[in-house]
């Protein structure tokens, strides 16, 4: 058996609704750095090949008794990478009502202060209040019940749409400078080969982008695009547009049928996990809950695993107990069983998931900037 991928989904003080309550809760410091920078130093202390960090253009919710609020993911992720030496951060980032040059750029510059260990959860926004943040437009209320309405699966294709060409946009303008376009030669004076300067043109239903990016390719060429997705039209656009897609499968038979569906060369199932004693586990969730041992738990992802999952995505349903419960209790299980590294074997998170640095597109075809 192949060693299995596994990361981490940190948001707030966990996912489960009253994490913030618990005795080792920080709700105090859950707007600071040093909360960011303890988690995700943990994260990498057990070896995980990323973490994600959740964002949003609203708050989480109406209840009082909550978290409400969050910093910005891309800005955590700048903060922390400095400080980690290789874990891969993978901030969310929403592509509805933002533009995918400023995008680009912030991921770009993630990966470089990163050195190469730069990712992007890309998600949308089908809030109509959150539409109203912005004035540009208006989305229409969708209701979760009306979801396979053909009226609504029209509004939820088209926003996917959207988001296709807007990674495509980023994925272009990382492409715009070549890898040696920086000469730096104080001798004659040029800093840049202007001949490895690229314009994109690119020009879509929904974004018309010349280019190129003023921020040079990032180090990993191509940082790595992942994406959550439930059903046919995100698994459409994952194939599209992701490297990494995570699912959310109820058990072994639906993840054999799930991986059979989307065509993406990760396919990470993302679980709610519970590894410490709990007394109420019982929280509404997309992706299944899993409250239990370590051992029993790697008896199910390795499950999983045979029916093509490659990698896990875990949400702690408390922070900081459930992380430690996975780095400091599954990970050494996982260890035992020969299934997960003891040391990290790359220095990027291309190299962690056995991507390859893609090739400039625009290399061999000359369209330079004048």
């Known amino acids: 058996m192949t060693n299995l991928h596994l990361a981490v989904a940190l948001d707030g003080a966990g996912w489960a609704p009253n994490a913030w309550r618990e005795p080792d809760a920080r709700p105090a410091e859950l707007f600071t750095a040093r909360y960011w920078i303890d988690l995700i130093a943990e994260a990498e202390a057990g070896k995980l090949d990323f973490v994600t960090i959740e964002d949003g253009l609203g708050v989480q919710t109406d209840d009082p008794a909550q978290v409400q609020g969050r910093l910005d993911a891309v800005l955590i992720a700048s903060r922390v990478a400095p400080l980690t030496r290789h874990i891969g951060l993978v901030p969310t980032a929403t592509v509805t009502h933002t533009e995918p040059f400023h995008i680009s750029k912030a991921i770009a510059t993630l990966d470089y202060v990163s050195r190469g260990r730069a990712g992007w959860r890309v998600q949308l926004s089908a809030k109509s209040a959150e539409a109203a943040h912005f004035g540009r437009r208006q989305i229409p209320a969708i209701s979760p019940d009306k979801i396979n309405d053909p009226d609504v699966r029209a509004v939820v294709a088209d926003l996917f749409d959207e988001a296709a060409d807007y990674v495509e946009v980023v994925r272009r303008l990382w492409d715009s400078w070549e890898d040696d376009a920086e000469i730096r030669d104080a001798a004659t004076g040029r800093f840049i080969d202007r001949d490895k300067l690229h314009y994109i043109n690119f020009e879509g239903r929904f974004f018309t982008v010349k280019g190129p990016s003023i921020t040079p390719r990032p180090p990993q060429g191509q940082p790595v695009v992942t994406a959550l997705a439930h059903n046919d039209i995100p698994y ?81 349903g408390r922070l900081p107990s459930d992380l430690r419960g996975i780095t400091r209790g599954l990970v050494p299980e996982l260890q035992r069983r020969g299934v997960f590294r003891t040391e990290y074997e790359a220095d990027t998170l291309r190299g962690l998931l056995g991507l390859g640095k893609p090739a400039n597109r625009y290399a061999a075809e000359g369209v330079r900037v004048a």
């Open 236 to 316: 459409r656009f994952a194939e599209k547009s992701a490297d990494v897609v995570y699912v959310t499968p109820k058990d072994a038979a639906d993840a054999h049928r799930i991986v059979n569906d989307v065509k993406v060369q990760h396919v990470f199932a993302d679980l709610v996990v519970f590894l410490e004693p709990v007394q109420n586990a019982a929280i509404l969730s997309d992706a299944r809950v899993f409250t239990g041992t370590p051992a029993q738990l790697a008896d199910l992802l390795l499950e999983w695993q045979e029916a093509g999952i490659t990698g896990f995505r875990l949400r702690p």
